[in-house]
């Protein structure tokens, strides 16, 4: 397989979402020319002349739509990689790092947003960066995904 969002070495897996990356990556810049532009309206005295727009307004409208940038950007760092040892997730926020020993299944059901990793314990835990919005790219990464932890399964029960 070609595609880079799915990258598959030897014995190793990496997965990134694609379409949630690319809506960002157009709306970041986006938030932060409306918010530059918002800023240049933002001048002399308000509607009923109390107060008046000051450059740091201006200024502080610029670093809202950095923030707001930043926020939408952070939507970008969800990925999943896997190897022989474990699979690691990482999130919008936070991660986690699980010994295949330790997991069940890769579960991607009807109807939900994204992929989770079932835990022995009963416990699910989300993988942001397998989306259904991504269909096939996503499939192809839980398969993979899934071939490693059966992989594992058989190498320790030989």
Known sequence: MTDPAV??????????????????????PALV???????????????SGQATFQRGDQLAMIGLGLLGAGVVLLFTRPRVSA????????????GYEL????????RFNRGSAWASVELDDDELLPILALQVV????????????RALHVAHRESTTV
């Open 83 to 94: 190897d022989d040892r474990g699979i690691r997730v990482r999130n919008v926020f936070g």
């Open 7 to 28: 990258r598959r070495e030897p014995a190793a897996v990496q997965v990134r979402p694609h379409r949630i990356r690319v809506v960002c990556w157009l709306l970041a």
């Open 134 to 145: 991504d269909r096939e790219r996503a499939v192809d990464g839980v398969r993979a995904l």
């Open 99 to 106: 010994p295949w020993d330790a997991v069940r299944g890769i």
């Open 33 to 47: 020319v409306m918010f530059t532009l918002l800023s240049i309206g933002l001048h002399g005295s308000t509607g």
